[in-house]
C-alpha cells in the first residue's frame, strides 16, 4: 500500500506538514476541523505538496526530514511540485 507525504499551506501562511494513505480523506478531515489540532485553528488549508512513498516506515521517515527543513527548503519544494 503506498502512502504519502504531504504539506498543506494554512490560512494564515505557515506549513503543515503530515502523512497518510489517503490524501484526499486526510484533507477533507482537515478542512473540516477533524484534523491535527495544529490545522484547527488556521482555516483553510490547501494542499501545496505530495510525495508517494513504498510504505508507512518510508513516509514517516520523509515528514520527519521535510520538517526538519527551513521554510525556504520546505517552499523550494513547494515550488518544485506539479500537481497531477
Excluded at 507525504?5 to 482537515?30: F, P, Q
Excluded at 483553510?44 to 526530514?65: G, K, Q
Excluded at 521554510?71 to 518544485?80: D, G, H, I, N, S
Aim: charged letters at 30%; glycine letters at 6%; a positive charge.
Amino acid at each position: 500500500m503506498a502512502y504519502f507525504v504531504y504539506i498543506l499551506r494554512c490560512g494564515d501562511g505557515s506549513l503543515y506538514t503530515g502523512s497518510t494513505n489517503d490524501v484526499e480523506r486526510r484533507l477533507k478531515a482537515h478542512r473540516s476541523g477533524q484534523g491535527a489540532k495544529y490545522t484547527r485553528s488556521r482555516l483553510p488549508v490547501e494542499l501545496v505538496y505530495r510525495e508517494e512513498l513504498a510504505d508507512r516506515s518510508a513516509a514517516l521517515r520523509r515528514e520527519a526530514a521535510i520538517k526538519r527543513l527551513s521554510r525556504p527548503e520546505k517552499l523550494t519544494l513547494v515550488k518544485a511540485w506539479t500537481p497531477e
